[in-house]
Structure formats: structure tokens, C-alpha cells
């Protein structure tokens, strides 16, 4: 039996064996008391072992750290803290830990320094119950797609095309790092490669997410992919999870339904499955709080902040209008947005969260913006400026989704192809999906960790995925 269902029983002495990792041990007077972890849940089972119950050589080994066996009858509990503990036979150290080298002692630890010790950072509570989130959040995932009658798409990592064209990508090759083939004209010669072309790690779902929804009509992905970007921001990751839901007949309006309707589903059922977790990262983000200054202190605390954004309509608006506001705003006629606010301009961070956290107070879908800011897949409005995309802006994220209606009309997309410089032969099958049985469609990309970030409360993606990729760092 695992943590979680114990520290549920009712006790009357059942005889248990619980195996898990110390995480402290205090003497007092002729009494030992461990607390151990196994990960299933935040809280620790007590142990207590009476003078003589365990040989004193044994009880050395028991250190922060260490994993061992504890056997013992279950009893209520007399200290306070919990209602059940283990009053301890005997136990079997599986593995010691130099209290002298074992890095995680029983204080508190920088986040900085725990992304040193990945390895051994899921041994914390904060980063076990963002382990546990993470993966309530995956389970919520595929729970809403499967009762909404989705299929799960599993579309390729290695790929020929740039789906997003901004020629971020990591390239994938057999071809050796010296002396590779040559063309007659001296560049590498990828005929002569794996896969007898230039091949990548993908940087979305979405290409083939569309063929499939070109058959299948309602399709997601829930994949890793690859950004060689050179953004070291907290937002960022150079490999992150993307889900991608592409819908036959949905448009833009439905598109955005879709979008509201599942990101309130995934965190309701974070609150509502990971109460104990969530409880605890919300105490260390008001402790968090606490040593910001009054006024940039979060007014909400997480739970709070989490059933605001299941219990109210997100703002939808197009980018002209958002361009309008931000124009109209005292922060842009004091000069104090660091970037140029005008039409045509990529909204930055700056702006994004200014009409999040200050303006609208809630999350805000904008809509439409300049055709020449986004990617060449996008349906074309009737003005032909502007195109049908929408990108979802959370509190405290920024950009957590972007998503489009796609362009169905077979001799646009072929124009805006040529327009951004796509090779046609690289993307000859996508086209295709235009030219036979075409169909309006509509889709869109959730950052899965930026999701994470927001149910956590925590403030650095790096934190919410097990092993993060940045620049120069793929330690673990
Ligand atoms: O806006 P993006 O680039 O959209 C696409 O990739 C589309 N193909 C999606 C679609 O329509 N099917 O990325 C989608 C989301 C962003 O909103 C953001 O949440 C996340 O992916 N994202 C990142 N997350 C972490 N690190 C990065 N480097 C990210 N880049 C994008
Ligand atoms: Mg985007």
C-alpha cells in the first residue's frame, strides 16, 4: 500500500510494511520519529520507534534521504499533524545517504539551486506535487478530448517543413559533423542523409493534425516539440508539450469556444483532483508574496485566481480594438511601455499583460491580427489585411494558446506559401488536403507547460517540466 491510502485507513493496528525516502528524523528523549515519503502523496506517514524496536546501528542509517522499509502496526495518532502513524517493528534500509553529501537537507532550498539537482529535485515537496499537477493536468487532457469524441493523432517529431516558418528548428542528421557529402557546389548533401532530404525535430503537430482532421474530423495531438529559439525567458523552453486539437467545420467563433471550454475543463479538474497539492502551492506562493513589495503582491490567492478564470467569460477582442486600447492607455500616453505600441506591430509581453492584468482583469482572447505577423496557414479575412487567428492571454503567462481557422481555399494558401517563401515541394501534401475535398477548419496549440505554470502558481517554466531544455543546458 502506498501513503496516500494509508494516511486514508482507519486505524486498528494492521500490520504494514511502508517503503519510502526519509525526509527527516528527530530523536527525543527514547523515541525516534521519521517521516517518510513515497511520492504518492504531499503528506508523510509518521513513524515512531520506541527505544530498543530498532538496533541503534540501523537508526544511524535512517538520514535525510535515505529509502528504507518500515514494518509496524498502524495506530491513531497521539502527536498532532496527523491522524494515523506507524508504530515501527523493524526496518530495511534500501539505500543510505551521506548526510555529509546529500544535497537536499530538510530547509528551504532555492529554486535556482534545485534545477542544479534535477535528479534529485522530485524528492522536494514542491516539486512532487508539481510532478503530481502535471500529470492530473495530462489525464484532464485526454479525458476531455476522449468525452468530446476527439481522436488522439500521433503525428511525427521528425519532419521535412517548418510549419511555423520561423526557421527555429533543430536539425536531425546521420551525416557525420566532419567532412559530410557535398553537392558540386560545396553544401551538404542531404540526398546522401538518413532520410535522403534536410529532416528537423518539429516545431507542431498542426500540418498533419489538419490531414487527419480531413478524415477523421476532430483530431488533437498531445506531443514534445522543439524550439532552437534563443529566448532564455522564464516562458521559454527550447523543448516543450503541445497539445493540438484541429476541428472539420469549426470556425474561428467555435475555435475559440473549443479553446475557453477545455482550459476550464483541465483546471477544474486540477482543483478539483489535486486539492492537497495545489493546497501546498498555494502556501508556499503566499509565503512567496509575502517578501514582494505591497503593490506587487498578487491580490488572489491560487485557488482563487484558478476558479476566477473557470467562473468568468473570457474577453474576446479583435487586435484593432486591443491596439485602440493599449493607444488609449495612461501607461502608453507616459511613455512607459518599452516597446512602440502602433497597428502592425507583434504585440509584446509588455502590452499582452498589461490588457490581462490591468485593463481586462481576466483572461482575453484576441483575435485577427496583421497577416504579415503570423504564420502562412492562417485563413485570410475579407479585408485581406488580416487574418482569422486568435491567441489566448492568461494572468501572470501571457500567450498560453495560439490558434487559427486555417486558409481551405487551395489558390490562397499557394500564394501565401510563395509570399513567406515556402518551398511548394516541401509541403506538396498539405496543399493537396485544399485541392481534394476541402473543408472550413479551424485549430489551435496549447503550451502545455505554460498550462502547468498557471495551475502551480509557479513563476519559471523551468520548474514545471522534469528536466528542462534551454539554451546550453541538457544536463539531465
Ligand atoms: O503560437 P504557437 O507557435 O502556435 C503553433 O505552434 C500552432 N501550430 C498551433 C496550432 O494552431 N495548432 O504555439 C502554441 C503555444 C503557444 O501559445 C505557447 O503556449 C506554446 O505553444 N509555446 C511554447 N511554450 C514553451 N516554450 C516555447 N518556446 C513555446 N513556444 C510556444
Ligand atoms: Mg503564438
Same mark, same amino acid.
Given at each position: 500500500m502506498q501513503i496516500k491510502e494509508i494516511l486514508s485507513l482507519s486505524p486498528s493496528n494492521q500490520n504494514l510494511v511502508i517503503k519510502g525516502w526519509v525526509r527527516t528524523k528527530r530523536v527525543s528523549a527514547n523515541v525516534a520519529f521519521i517521516a517518510l515519503n513515497d511520492? =504518492?502523496?504531499i503528506h508523510n506517514i509518521q513513524g515512531v520507534v520506541s /527505544? *530498543?524496536?530498532? =538496533?541503534e546501528e540501523t537508526l544511524k542509517l535512517v538520514t535525510t534521504g535515505a529509502c528504507i522499509a518500515m514494518t509496524g502496526t498502524l495506530i491513531p495518532s497521539q *502527536? #498532532? *499533524? #496527523?491522524?494515523v502513524e506507524l508504530q515501527v517493528n523493524s526496518i530495511e534500509v534500501y539505500g543510505v545517504a551521506d548526510p555529509e553529501k !546529500?544535497? +537536499?537537507?530538510p530547509k528551504k532550498h532555492s529554486l535556482e539551486f534545485l534545477r542544479e539537482i534535477a535528479h534529485l529535485r522530485p524528492r522536494t515537496n514542491t516539486f512532487s506535487a508539481i510532478l503530481r499537477v502535471r500529470h492530473a493536468l495530462a489525464y484532464a487532457v485526454h479525458t476531455y478530448f476522449n468525452q468530446n469524441q476527439f481522436f488522439y493523432l500521433h503525428t511525427p517529431?521528425?519532419? *521535412? =517543413?517548418?510549419?511555423?516558418?520561423?526557421?527555429?528548428m533543430f536539425r536531425v542528421t546521420? +551525416?557525420?559533423?566532419?567532412?559530410p557529402p557535398l553537392t558540386e557546389d560545396g &553544401?551538404? /548533401? !542531404?540526398?546522401?542523409d538518413f532520410f535522403g532530404k534536410e529532416t528537423n525535430l518539429t516545431v507542431s503537430g498542426q500540418l498533419e493534425g489538419e490531414l487527419g482532421a480531413m478524415a477523421l474530423s476532430k483530431v488533437y495531438t498531445f506531443g514534445p516539440t522543439f524550439r532552437a529559439e534563443n529566448s532564455n525567458t522564464?516562458? @521559454? +523552453?527550447a523543448e516543450f508539450w503541445m497539445i493540438e486539437p484541429e476541428v472539420a467545420f469549426n470556425e474561428l467563433e467555435d475555435n475559440m469556444n473549443l479553446a475557453e471550454d477545455f482550459t476550464k475543463f483541465c483546471i477544474k479538474y486540477a482543483l478539483e483532483h489535486c486539492a492537497d497539492d495545489i493546497a501546498f502551492l498555494e502556501k508556499r506562493l503566499l509565503d512567496e508574496e509575502k517578501t514582494k513589495k505591497k503593490e506587487e #503582491?498578487?491580490? +488572489?490567492?491560487l485557488t482563487e485566481k484558478l476558479r476566477f478564470v473557470t467562473e468568468n467569460d473570457f474577453e474576446r477582442i479583435t487586435y484593432t480594438e486591443a491596439i485602440n486600447i493599449l493607444l488609449q492607455s495612461k501607461t502608453h500616453k507616459q511613455g512607459k511601455f518599452q516597446y512602440p505600441v502602433e497597428w502592425g506591430i507583434d504585440l509584446q509581453s509588455e502590452h499582452e499583460r498589461w490588457l490581462v492584468e &490591468? @485593463?481586462?482583469k481576466k483572461p482575453v482572447i484576441l483575435t485577427? !491580427?496583421? &497577416? /504579415?505577423?503570423?504564420?502562412?496557414y492562417m485563413k485570410l479575412d475579407e479585408d485581406g489585411k488580416t487574418v482569422r487567428a486568435m491567441d489566448v492571454l492568461f494572468p501572470? $503567462?501571457?500567450?498560453i494558446i495560439g490558434g487559427s481557422q486555417r486558409e481551405d481555399d487551395y489558390e490562397k494558401l499557394l500564394q501565401r506559401t510563395k509570399d513567406v517563401g515556402i518551398e511548394e515541394e516541401s509541403i506538396w501534401w498539405y496543399l493537396e488536403t485544399r485541392k481534394f475535398g476541402s473543408a472550413p477548419h479551424a485549430g489551435f496549440g496549447l503550451g502545455f507547460e505554460r498550462l502547468v505554470l498557471f495551475v502551480t502558481g509557479?513563476?519559471? $517554466?523551468? /520548474?514545471? $517540466?522534469p528536466f528542462p531544455r534551454t539554451p546550453k543546458t541538457a544536463e539531465f
Open positions: 511520492g =504518492s502523496t /527505544d *530498543g524496536a530498532v =538496533s *502527536g #498532532q *499533524g #496527523q491522524s !546529500y544535497p +537536499l537537507q517529431i521528425i519532419t *521535412g =517543413s517548418d510549419a511555423e516558418g520561423a526557421g527555429e546521420t +551525416l557525420p559533423a566532419t567532412n &553544401k551538404v /548533401d !542531404y540526398k546522401e522564464t516562458r @521559454h +523552453l #503582491q498578487s491580490e +488572489l490567492s &490591468k @485593463h481586462f485577427n !491580427y496583421p &497577416k /504579415d505577423i503570423k504564420a502562412f501572470g $503567462i501571457g500567450e509557479m513563476s519559471n $517554466i523551468r /520548474d514545471v $517540466i
